[in-house]
């Protein structure tokens, strides 16, 4: 937790030389307890000094990246249980697992299928980020092969998945650039594995059964120097994997536990041989506070619940989701297709542009910014009065490409279409239905003529 | 190096409903932790799910959702049966979705009428759930409250424009109200302090804090129904001690995603899979939340929380 400004005064030099850029070391406390200041502004501070208050000051579950570029992973930096609260920060990486002792043409197609596991939603990119390469055959020249195949074909985070040291070793010389994440450091390994992370400045995953091996292993490695840890606690089934993720998160928070102050990475195809229930611990894992997520199969079925479930959960709670302002075409509308209008509350655009999409009747939808805001109370706050709708209607051109002027109001705003039509002389304002769910029924019905 | 682990203390408990009559009667709630927590708490009575069936053939239902009830669709009480005895149902759900004056518009008396065939059909505990228009659904469950007294149904969704008149029904012919509130946990309480101040007993209330699927909305449901077991249990906010319940199966299945084929979705996998972890993982995640009864659809996604249930409350 961070230290309060008296706190770091007690520990500064007291001398108010003003080297720092203010007058006063209380002065200079107060900013840095504030993210103000940097410590690096006092050069009278000693280096115990610093480390103390770097240590106090730094977030309880440390923050950091797997992989480099587009397709770095950031993990950990959460500081709540529950999500309203305050957001939860960094959305699990979900990651395939492939082994070096399965079939090039078996990797190749699973690779093939992952690549196109992409997903645009509210102008979001959504897809799994990592791979898991696994040394199952225990032969460095082998795996290391397999990893240079791997990360030669596709940009991904990769987690290095060997108990051997010296496996470990020949594959980090291959993707050390590419910021693996290495694991595992086991009770046994914990110092060969710790000395390798060190070397290539990668972070490190920590193995152990049950939480009490696993603070054993980070208190060491912590004692090594190493910072950027991830955890995993072995749970032999799902209840416990449920009980280790939130005491981890729990102690991290609320009790500074330093030894569990790290994300975690989770197998759940290690407590089920059923895809499908494998899919299920994963959406669990994903609420309930997993780091990153490894999954033995990836399909369109189950990876994109997934991803819906790590979007509604990570999902600012405090920022509804907004779509872009403008003229959404579904089903190819032509110029004697209906034309609806609505607001761009991310939940409303879904719903509605769902339900035209399943009515398949082609139509033009008006998406009119009311900034996040669903329709009732977007009118209520004046984001969806009659003159700015109308002005909207007018200047997206939705006009030059239908040949009717029949517009479709939200039949909760029904009490503005007189309102709407004396704003737009040229059209005709029709009052939809109260319910989405109801669109399908009235489009089937709606005629230009 | 051994880890104490920091436990939350819990001052609260929600209480304990009995669902239904006879045999088959059900309870929930109980808990005395946050869903699942059982190192620092308890949840010895299951959350339960509720299989359902609806009053008319469904028309927009994609072919996984179909199957498993092709033969029995646009017959509720052999509908119901087949839940019970072909997939194990142990609830019921009626879905009274023909009663929508937007929609069919059935009569009060048609839906009675065949609340009562699904009624004497099975025994176990069933959820009568209207159309969701405040007046339709007064005259409709008024109707179904009487004709089956003291059958303890669970009627609803009880809201606050009609909380009167059925709450009134449901003292008078002992049935139990389904307390329904659009996400929010301040018009949640307000709800259920007003059914208990009309005389609704306690152990006769169920919350219903509005569901909505996975990708559509299941965030502002999740947190709602968190926020209410937080203030439950951990402040003693009483009039928010009762089970949850989520009607679910008919938000997921109406999306986008759900109804999609192949064909119209080449990068979404199996339909019939994609479907059932969709309607799975927005269970799995409103059990997380809180709820106490899941009212789903598909057999496979039922038998999948159940297995999820069974680890995660096994002794
Ligand atoms: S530079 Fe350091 S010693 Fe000087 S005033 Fe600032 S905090 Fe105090």
Known sequence: MALSGIEIFKKLPKTNCGECGVPTCLAFAMKLATGQAELVACPYVSDDVRAAIDEASAPPIRPLTIGTGDRAVKLGGETVMFRHEKRFENPPGLALVLSDTMDDSVVNEKLSKFKDLEFERVGLILRPQMLALKGESGDAGKFAAFVKRVVDQIDAGIILMSDKPEVMAEALKICKDKKPLIYAATRDTAEAMGNLAKEVACPLAVKGSGLDEVMAITDKLLGMGLKDLVIDSQPVNVKKALEDQVVIRRSALVKKVKQLGFPTITFPGQLTDNKMKETLIASLLIAKYAGIIVISEMEGHNVFPLLLDSLNIYTDPQRPMAVEEKVYEIGGPREDSPILITSNFSLTYFIVSGEVESSRVPAWLLIKDTEGLSVLTAWAAGKFAADTVAMFVKKCGIADRVKHRKLVIPGYLAGMSGELEEELPDWQILVGPREAAHLPAYLKQWSAA | ?315
């Open chain 2, 1 to 315: 190096m051994a880890l104490e682990i920091p436990k939350v203390s819990y001052s609260g408990k929600i209480k304990e409903i009995v669902l239904g009559k006879g045999d088959k009667a059900l309870t929930v709630g109980g808990e005395t932790s946050y869903p699942f927590y059982l190192f620092e708490g308890q949840m010895s009575l299951k959350p339960r799910i509720a299989m359902e069936v609806y009053d008319s053939t469904p028309e927009d239902w994609p072919p996984a959702a179909l199957e498993p009830f092709a033969d029995v669709v646009s017959d509720p009480a052999a509908w119901a049966k087949k839940c019970v005895d072909t997939y194990g149902a142990e609830m019921i759900a009626l879905q009274l979705v023909s009663t929508d004056p937007n929609g069919e518009n059935r009569s009060a008396e048609e839906a009675a009428a065949v609340t009562k065939k699904v009624v004497e059909a099975v025994d176990v505990p069933i959820i009568i759930w209207g159309c969701n228009n405040a007046e339709k659904d007064t005259e409709v469950l008024r109707k179904i409250a009487e004709d089956c007294a003291g059958r303890n149904l669970m009627i609803g969704p009880v809201t606050e424009a009609n909380y009167k008149q059925i709450g009134a029904v449901a003292i008078g012919y002992e049935h139990t109200v389904i307390a329904s509130t659009p996400i929010d946990i301040n018009l949640a309480k307000q709800l259920n302090i007003l059914l208990g101040n009309l005389g609704v007993p306690d152990g006769r209330i169920l919350i219903d804090p509005t569901t909505g699927s996975l990708g559509y909305g299941l965030e502002y449901c999740y947190s709602v129904m968190e926020r209410i077991r937080m203030a439950a249990l951990t402040q003693e906010d009483e009039r928010l001690q009762f089970p949850m319940v989520c009607n679910l199966g008919k938000e997921v299945w109406k999306t986008k995603e759900a109804k999609q084929s192949r064909e119209e979705a080449p990068k979404l996998g199996d339909p019939v899979k994609r479907g059932v972890l969709m309607e799975a993982a927005t269970a799995q995640l409103l059990l997380l939340a809180g709820a106490d009864i899941l009212i789903m659809r598909h057999p496979e996604a039922i038998g999948l929380i159940k297995d999820m249930l069974n680890d995660l409350l096994a002794a």
